[in-house]
């Protein structure tokens, strides 16, 4: 058992099973053994890869997107733009060069939430001379318009589960089997807030810690200005099923094997993450795939002009990465993936979302 097993099998011990969504705020960011205040997990040799870490093209185009919409915002200067969980600071290296090709003169005030101390070093490295601040949640953010980027963030926030049983949806636990290891269980009342209808044995997730945060950046949005570009993997309908998931080595992994050693996530609700923004009177666009909203922000255009003067090899590489990025397969990240914007009332439509 791994060290940040052991304690969290103490605490069981000492006070029952624990939700859910406790056993990933656990995991992940533990003040000692949490799997991001640890490690750089990305990259060949981390857990997983991202599409920025794929091609410089993704995060080239949001900082395109980003030129488009501070122009639609009236210019503000500076122009406050922020990323929710940075990574290797590879996207917004990759943005910000984009940005001031497209908006010359842009003054950026630049601001990254992150809470990993590893994670913060290698971005400094990434993004050294934009004199970024880091923060480890929004409360210290700067006020006024702004735009916020969140890529691959919202599915790593921990969630709550249910399973429905005869006598009603019971939270998933996690607890102590017969020879003192992690399992899965259920609480033995059932949960009276949850009233979702289900058949039995149906497993029901509840973004809380998301839904929370995406209400809070309503709600700036609606009152200051600006916008939200959320991308991660998700399903835009409601349903029912279990998508926690362990990453290990670029491979699943039980969740449950080894705390703090491996990243948990889960597919994102995106039908409740515009639930929650429409509550504060947010204007919604999207969610769209993300294979649709690379294309229409040109992506294959960027794609011919950077293979215009690459080697052969060069451009076996940049066909590569258009085609992952745009996999229209069931499990590929063109569909997988998916991409939606919260804006406040003024912005109107956006490049890469149809006009509804």
């Known amino acids: 058992m791994t060290p940040l097993g052991a304690e969290i099998a103490a605490l069981i011990r000492h006070g029952g099973p624990i939700g859910v969504d406790r056993y990933m705020a656990l995991c992940l960011g533990h003040p000692v053994h949490g799997y991001y205040r640890t490690r750089d997990p990305l990259g060949v ?18 900082g395109a997107w980003v030129a488009y919409v501070h122009g639609r915002m009236g210019r503000p200067d500076p122009l406050i733009l922020v990323e929710l969980g940075p990574g290797r600071g590879t996207l917004m290296a990759d943005a ?48 006024g318009p702004a735009i916020f980027i969140a890529n691959e963030f ?17 939270e998933r636990q996690v607890g102590l089997g017969p020879e003192g290891g992690l399992v899965f269980g259920l609480a033995p009342e059932p949960a009276a807030e949850i009233e979702a209808p289900g058949t039995e044995g149906a497993l029901l997730s509840v973004p809380g810690a ?12 609606r009152a200051t200005g600006g916008t939200l570009l959320a991308i991660d993997y998700g399903h835009v309908r409601p349903g029912f099923g279990d998508t926690l998931q362990a990453l290990a080595g670029h491979r699943f992994a039980d969740p449950l094997a080894a705390p703090g050693e491996a990243d948990l996530t889960h597919h994102v609700d995106f039908a409740a993450l515009a639930r929650a923004a429409r509550a504060e009177a947010a ?4 969610p769209v795939e993300q294979r649709e ?15 215009a003067r690459a080697t052969a090899d060069q451009v076996l590489t940049i066909d590569s ?17 998916k991409v939606l914007a919260v804006t406040d009332q003024d912005l109107g439509p956006l490049p890469g979302f149809p006009e509804a």
Do not use: Y
């Open 321 to 337: 990465a258009v085609e992952r990025l745009t996999d229209a397969s069931l499990t590929g990240m063109g569909s997988l993936f």
């Open 210 to 221: 998301g839904l929370a945060l995406m209400r809070t950046l309503a709600r700036r949005l």
């Open 154 to 170: 919202f599915d790593c926030l921990p969630v709550r589960q249910f399973e429905r049983r005869p006598s009603g949806w019971h």
């Open 45 to 62: 040799q981390g857990d997983f890869t991202t599409a920025p870490e794929i091609s410089q093209m993704f995060g080239e185009l949001v």
């Open 96 to 143: 910000l060069r984009a940005l001031r090709v497209a908006a010359p003169g842009v003054r950026v005030s630049l601001h990254l939430v992150e809470t990993s101390p590893v994670l913060r070093d290698v971005q400094a490295r990434a993004l050294a001379g934009t004199d970024p601040t880091w923060h480890a949640g929004l409360e210290t953010l700067p006020e």
């Open 283 to 286: 204007t919604i666009l999207g």
């Open 293 to 307: 909203f690379l294309l229409a922000l040109g992506l294959l255009e960027r794609a011919e002009r950077l293979k």
